[in-house]
């Protein structure tokens, strides 16, 4: 449909090509998703290379979309890029492990006190919902639903915390640990989602009341339980693993 410039009568047409870069957006998130939710639940294992032919026949996509999702996964820190061969799974070690948690656990305490100075009725309602989402996946045993909804709440908490460096800071190292961070939910000495789940209630009821100090200190704590979770399940053997030859 065409219409006129204003002021002049003269008519044109809108720049063709929008619609189409919009659905390649699109696309591009949805590949992104799908592979980062692959390689976060541990289809592939720790420092293995990525099956990209395999991955390309799962999505139906060539490698070109495949590579640049790759990328991106590469800058979160959840893979590794190797030059001219491909790449593979980040594996971390337990000190890396020790280390990117106890930085979380102060940037989610950080936050919680900062949130609770900023955040709106209209955002502790958000969180609300989004934490009974998430009892709801607990309650079916729905690890990957839950897992979504539980980083969003994270997520949302950072957001309301209304400081821009702290953001993007968190984001940075979130990536990094979003594999292990989910794997920790499995470890077998404590039944660490039924642990993590009342966590979450103490979380909630702290923002609720504003309570910062309170909340700071809930938060620093949850992210020290999973870091605990998280080198257990690390020392565990793996029932799915190959049997040794």
């Not at 410039?5 to 003269?10: H, L, N, Y």
């Not at 958000?126 to 909804?149: K, N, P, S």
């Not at 908490?157 to 984001?171: D, Q």
């Not at 642990?195 to 200190?217: F, K, N, P, T, V």
């Amino acid at each position: 449909m065409k219409s006129t410039i204003p002021d002049t009568g003269v008519p044109f047409a809108p720049p063709a090509g929008n619609g189409g870069d919009r659905q390649e957006a699109s696309l591009h998130g949805e590949i992104l998703l799908r592979l980062r939710d692959y390689v976060v639940e541990g289809n592939i294992p720790d420092g293995a290379r990525v099956p990209e032919r395999q991955l390309c026949e799962m999505l139906g996509i060539s490698r070109t979309p495949l590579r640049e999702a790759l990328k991106v996964l590469a800058a979160e820190g959840l893979i590794e890029l190797l030059p001219n061969r491909g790449a593979r799974v980040r594996q971390l070690s337990q000190r890396d492990l020790e280390e990117l948690f106890d930085v979380m656990a102060g940037l989610e305490s950080l936050a919680g006190r900062l949130a609770c100075e900023a955040i709106t009725d209209a955002e502790i309602i958000a969180i609300e919902q989004l934490h009974y989402e998430m009892y709801g996946h607990y309650l079916h045993r729905d690890m990957h639903g839950y897992f979504q909804a539980n980083q969003r709440i994270h997520e949302s908490i950072v957001a309301a915390a209304r400081n821009e460096t702290l953001k993007a800071a968190y984001a940075n190292f979130a990536g990094r640990i979003r594999r292990v961070r989910y794997s920790a939910n499995f470890a077998r000495k404590r039944q660490r989602w039924a642990e993590a789940m009342r966590e979450h209630e103490a979380i909630l009821d702290a923002l609720r009341r504003r309570a910062g100090s309170e909340l700071s200190d809930i938060l620093f704590q949850h992210l020290r339980n999973k870091r605990t979770a998280a080198i257990e399940h690390l020392a565990e053997p793996q029932e799915d693993a190959p049997a040794s030859p």
